[in-house]
C-alpha cells in the first residue's frame, strides 16, 4: 500500500513539473521583447531606431535605439505621404475641392493643357500619367531631379503626361506634392498651417519639422521630421475611423475611401522583407496608403500602413486591434522591409498573447 501511494505521489508529481514546463515552454510577452532587443543592431535587424506598438490604445511595446529617443524626432520619408491623404480629406470635407474635381481649375497653369484634365483622385492614386516613376527604376524620378533646381513647381509644371490619368499605377513623389499645393491654394493656408489647425493640434501633435521647398512650401510628398510617437498618433487616429479621444477629426468615410486599396502595385513589402516560407501576394494601393496580406506559418491577417523609404511606417493591423510605428535608417536598400519580419516573428504573437 505505501508503495502504491508513493506511485501515485510520483505520477502526480511528474504531472505538475510537466505543467510547469508547458508553461515555462510559452514565452512570455517581455520574454519575446528580450529576445527580440537582442537581435536589433545584428546583421539581422541593423538600424532599426524605434518600435512602438500600441493595442486597444494602450502602448504595449516602446523601444527606442541606435541614439533615438521618445522625444527625438525622426525623418518620415515617404510615409508623410499618407498624412497627406488625411490632409485631403478634411479639405475635401472643408468643401475646399472634390475628388472628382479636374486639377486645371487649381493649377491654373494648366488651365488650357491637357495635364488639367488630371483629377484630384488620379493624383491620390499615383495614376496622373504624369512621366515619373520611382519604384520599379522606370523611371525618370522626377524627385531626385527635382531637388537640383531652385523652382520646384516650375519643375513639375514642365513634367510630360506619359499615359492617359486614371489608366496606370506609377509611384511618384511629384502628386502628394501637387494635392499639397491644391490644399493651400484652395483653403488660403500654408499647408503647414492647415496641417495644424485641423489634424497635428486636434491629435496632440505640436511639432512637426516640415521639409521646406525653395519657394517656403511645406512638401507633401515627404522628408519631414516627426516624433515616432505622433506617427503612431497618426495611426491610432486611422485605426479608430477619424475618431480621436470621442471626437471626429476626419470623416469615417473618408478614413474607408482612402484606405480601400484596390490597385495592385506589383511588389509585395513581405517578399522583400526577406523572411522565408512566408506566402507573398502584390501589396494595394489607395490614396497614399496601402494594404498586404500577409502570411507566415498559422499567422494570416492584413496590414494597412504608409511607407517610407529606410523603414518608417504607420501600421494598422486590424484583426488585432492594434497599431505599429517604425523608424529605421535602412536608407535605398531592401532592409528597409525588415520590419515585415519582426511584425511576424514577434510582434503578431506577442498582440496574439496580450489577451
Known sequence: ??????????????????????????????????????????????NIDAIIVAQNN????????????????????????????????????????????????????????????IKVKDLLEMRSGLACEGFFDKGPDCESEMYETDDWLDYILNIPLRHEPGTKWEYSSMEPDLIGIIIS???????????????????????????????????????SYMKPLDMLKIAILVANKGIWKG??????????????????????????????????????????WYREVLQYKEIQTEVLFASGNGGQYMM??????????????NYGNWKGKLPFDIVLKYLIPILKNQD
Not at 11 to 31: E, I, R
Not at 264 to 287: C, D, H, P, Q, R
Not at 319 to 328: E, K, L, M, Q, S
Open 1 to 46: 500500500m505505501k508503495h502504491k501511494k508513493n506511485k501515485v505521489q510520483h505520477v502526480l508529481g511528474l504531472s505538475l513539473l510537466f505543467l510547469t514546463l508547458s508553461c515555462y515552454s510559452q514565452p512570455s510577452k517581455n520574454d519575446q521583447i528580450i529576445e527580440l532587443k537582442q537581435h536589433i543592431g545584428t546583421d539581422q535587424y541593423p
Open 58 to 117: 494602450k502602448i504595449i511595446i516602446e523601444e527606442y535605439f541606435n541614439g533615438f529617443d521618445k522625444n527625438k524626432p525622426h525623418e518620415t520619408r515617404s510615409s508623410f505621404k499618407s498624412i497627406t491623404s488625411l490632409l485631403a480629406g478634411i479639405a475635401i470635407e472643408q468643401g475646399f475641392f472634390k475628388v472628382e474635381d479636374e486639377i486645371g481649375q487649381f493649377i491654373t497653369e494648366w488651365a488650357n493643357d491637357s495635364r488639367g484634365k
Open 185 to 223: 491654394r484652395t483653403s488660403g493656408q500654408t499647408l503647414m498651417d492647415f496641417a495644424d489647425k485641423y489634424l497635428f493640434e486636434p491629435i496632440g501633435i505640436d511639432k512637426c519639422q516640415w521639409e521646406i521647398t525653395p519657394d517656403g512650401r511645406g512638401y507633401a510628398a515627404g522628408s
Open 247 to 288: 471626437k471626429p477629426v476626419i470623416s469615417s468615410d473618408w478614413i474607408k475611401e482612402s484606405t480601400n486599396c484596390e490597385i495592385e502595385v506589383g511588389m509585395s513589402f513581405l517578399y522583400w522583407s526577406g523572411i522565408k516560407n512566408a506566402i507573398t501576394t502584390s501589396a494595394k494601393y489607395g490614396y497614399f
Open 316 to 329: 494598422v493591423l486590424e484583426d488585432y486591434n492594434a497599431v505599429i510605428t517604425f523608424t529605421g535608417s
